[in-house]
């Protein structure tokens, strides 16, 4: 039976590092995408049988001091999200925006539903709007008049357009930044945007740079907040970790063989 749960123990482990290595995989796909905040598995071993329990009597006036336990594998417990700040890139781009700090802008989806993001590509639409490079809205929404020269975003979010025939910017909107009480229980729906769960909390909405929010650096860019160089070591450590694990199934099989042997 111990022979047995080995087997089983072991292929636990397997199972759990195929899942490490998908997500290292997936971290290091989007090592040059925009904004991109690295996820990693959190593991939890699984229910132990108890073969003895601490304390338990084992003659008279005399407890168990530790007992005997078997542990019987390993699970994901979950998938987390790391939002630690990333590296800014420099692109002269008065489009491109990055958040120094905690935040997120707001994306009006085609629904009507607000989505997330760390991604300040920006684009301009046919009708002005400020909007990213799958077509979605900013919001509030911000419109860039068609006579405009010249664009001006400040750290606090603040819009201004220099006009043609004016001297004087004028102030055509203002991006607000959300944040939210527990940012990894955002969900990833993908095109970098990610949704409000139960779990992230309702978001807080807010002027750039005040409150705990980051300010706005006009002509920036987040890079992706994903190391390589760790990554790569993660990917070595979940091949190392399978292999230990298929090598306990290899020698649980050839006991299990020498048994039936001595039995038969």
């Known amino acids: 039976m111990a022979m047995m749960n080995a087997l089983f123990t072991a292929a636990s482990g397997m199972s759990a590092q195929q899942m490490n290595l998908d997500v290292i995989a997936n971290n290091l796909a989007n090592v040059s995408t925009t904004g991109f905040k690295e996820s990693r598995v959190n593991f939890e071993n699984l229910l132990s049988q108890m073969i003895r329990t601490p304390g338990a009597q084992v003659a008279s006036g005399i407890q168990e001091p530790s007992g005997i336990s078997e542990g019987l594998g390993v699970r994901p417990g979950s998938t987390e999200r790391i939002f630690t700040q990333g590296t800014l890139t420099q692109t ?15 994306i009006t989806l085609p629904d ?30 911000i419109t860039i008049p068609q006579n405009a020269i010249s664009l001006s975003v400040g750290e606090d979010g603040t819009v201004s ?35 409000q769960t139960a779990a992230s909390g309702p978001p807080i909405i807010g002027t750039a740079g005040i409150n705990g929010l980051g300010s706005l650096q ?34 649980s099989n050839n006991m299990l063989s020498t048994v039936e042997q001595m039995v038969t």
């Open 92 to 106: 002269n781009n008065p489009l491109d925006l990055a958040i120094q700090g905690n935040g997120f802008f707001q």
């Open 161 to 195: 357009a220099l006009l043609q025939g004016q001297t004087t910017p004028t102030v055509v909107g203002q991006i607000t930044l959300a944040n939210f009480i527990n940012p990894a229980g955002l969900m990833n729906d993908g095109q970098n945007l990610y949704l």
């Open 218 to 251: 006009q002509g920036y860019l987040e890079n992706s907040n994903v190391d390589a160089v760790n990554q790569l070591i993660n990917v070595i450590l979940a091949q190392q970790a399978f292999e230990y694990n298929s090598r306990v199934i290899t020698s």
């Open 112 to 141: 009507g539903t607000t989505a997330y993001t760390r991604a300040g590509s920006f684009q301009v639409d046919s009708t002005g709007r400020l909007v990213t490079a799958d077509g979605f809205p900013v919001s509030p929404q």
